[in-house]
T-cell receptor
Framework: GAGVSQSPSNKVTEKGKDVELRCDPI?????LYWYRQSLGQGLEFLIY????????KSGLPSDRFSAERTGGSVSTLTIQRTQQEDSAVYLC??????????????FGSGTQLSVL | LAKTTQPISMDSYEGQEVNITCSHN???????ITWYQQFPSQGPRFIIQ???TKVTNEVASLFIPADRKSSTLSLPRVSLSDTAVYYC??????????FGTGTRLLVSP
């Protein structure tokens, strides 16, 4: 597609349920990032993938959070046993390094997660 | 990882030039400096990127001194639509990229 696609755009769930958030990056982009943004706050790093590997998972808030990427493309962020404090916008970004330069991230519109 | 420090907020009026400075004292040799803009209910959007000296594109300029310990995003003649949060990001490829707290710019008529 033309840009990074995230689904669903909105998700309302009950406390204790599991949720899956999907990110479809720009075709050919090798790096994929997940961030979380609470209302009025900055972006909190969660995890990034280089291909299908996740070199740094240090940002995942707890063991209830997990993420995977398959085929070097689509990524899924799973939150098990959701809690109210998980309510936030979850943003995905992808990038493609061209030679020796800094990364330019392309963000999706995010998934607004609300845990009741 | 280079930590960044920016002003929390700035106010300006339409037609003025706005300069937002970001401090990054522990920037690494291979790090680039990138600025993003975020509007409410949207993901951040790339504005400009640089390594040293000055970079200019159609929407902004980026000034980076020789020591690279800071950078300044310059927005010429801002309009109401430039009201947004601006993030300075320091890093390079194949690593964790951590955003700072950002600067909330409010442009008034």
């Amino acid at each position: 597609g033309a840009g990074v696609s995230q689904s669903p755009s909105n998700k309302v769930t009950e406390k204790g349920k599991d949720v899956e958030l999907r990110c479809d990056p720009i075709s050919g982009h090798t790096a994929l990032y997940w961030y979380r943004q609470s209302l009025g706050q900055g972006l909190e790093f969660l995890i990034y993938f280089q291909g299908n590997s996740a070199p740094d998972k240090s940002g995942l808030p707890s063991d209830r959070f997990s993420a995977e990427r398959t085929g070097g493309s689509v990524s899924t962020l799973t939150i098990q046993r959701t809690q109210q404090e998980d309510s936030a916008v979850y943003l995905c970004a992808s990038s493609s390094l061209l030679g020796v330069q800094g990364e330019k991230l392309f963000f999706g519109s995010g998934t607004q997660l609300s845990v009741l | 990882l280079a930590k960044t420090t920016q002003p929390i907020s700035m106010d300006s009026y339409e037609g003025q030039e706005v300069n937002i400075t970001c401090s990054h004292n522990n920037i690494a040799t291979n790090d680039y400096i990138t600025w993003y803009q975020q509007f409410p209910s949207q993901g951040p959007r790339f504005i400009i990127q640089g390594y040293k000296t000055k970079v200019t594109n159609e929407v902004a300029s980026l000034f980076i001194p020789a020591d690279r310990k800071s950078s300044t995003l310059s927005l010429p003649r801002v309009s109401l639509s430039d009201t947004a949060v601006y993030y300075c990001l320091v890093g390079r490829g194949f690593q964790k990229l951590v955003f700072g707290t950002g600067t909330r710019l409010l442009v008034s008529p």
